[in-house]
């Protein structure tokens, strides 16, 4: 399709395995994955960089002509959630589209619901205060973007993902490698079962939306 694609992601590893992947699709040995900077596929090409997505400004500051930005259950780990959408809308061509697909908190919750459903999700995946999904529309309007897709819950679509995660993570020797990890290692496993009880009440909730420069 003629399309040029970037993709960043803070972790080393997945930048490993996307290399690795994609090699194969464009046939280049798997030996010279790592060190292959970009990936000709048709007529389109490649590219996987290490990159702090706060950082997006900073590395892309010469380059403002991309058609679309697409950030996937990324955006709530971003504790600069500001900084984040003024780095999309100034890397994006006039026109150009972000597109959001997150995880939610619901708008109105009570201080229960709160502490049983939310709190052991960000302490569990080491977030910042989760958002609603109003909250991401605000702070996309006041980059300069308008609104090209409202906000849909896909919940529905997704939370079977961890029915399945739940049952996989059920094995004794797993749990007890998080207890040797420590508090943390503990409440990871522990927010899968926050995860699963706040999609079934409502409070917690995954949606994509789209805004346009």
């Known amino acids: ?14 930048v490993h395995i996307g ?5 194969r699709e464009a046939g280049v040995r798997e030996e010279d994955a790592d060190s292959t900077v970009s990936f000709e596929i048709g007529d389109g090409g490649v590219q996987f ?8 400004g900073k590395h ?6 991309f058609d679309c930005v697409w950030i996937a259950e990324a955006m709530s780990h971003l504790p ?6 003024h780095d999309a809308y100034e ?20 201080d229960a619901q709160i502490q049983a459903d939310i709190r052991p999700i960000e302490d569990g995946m080491l977030l910042p205060a989760l958002c609603s999904q109003p909250y991401y529309v605000e702070r996309a309007r006041e980059a300069g973007f308008t609104v090209f897709a409202k906000p849909i819950d896909i919940s529905e679509k997704v939370s079977k993902t961890w029915d399945i ?10 749990w007890a490698m998080a207890v040797a990890k420590g508090r943390d290692g503990l409440a990871f496993l522990q927010a899968f ?3 699963r009880r706040g999609y079934a009440n409502g409070t917690f909730c995954y949606a994509v939306m789209v805004f346009q420069k």
């Open 1 to 14: 399709m003629g399309c040029e694609v970037v993709g960043i992601t803070i972790s080393g590893q997945q």
């Open 19 to 23: 290399k690795r992947l994609t090699a």
């Open 49 to 56: 960089i290490e990159l702090d997505a706060e950082n997006l």
């Open 60 to 65: 892309f500051h010469s380059q403002t002509d």
């Open 80 to 85: 600069d959630k500001d900084l984040f959408f």
């Open 91 to 110: 890397v994006l061509a006039p026109g150009g589209k972000l597109v959001i697909a997150d995880w939610f908190r619901a708008e109105v919750l009570t």
């Open 165 to 174: 995660s739940w049952s996989l993570i059920q094995n004794p020797a797993l």
């Open 193 to 195: 079962r926050a995860m």
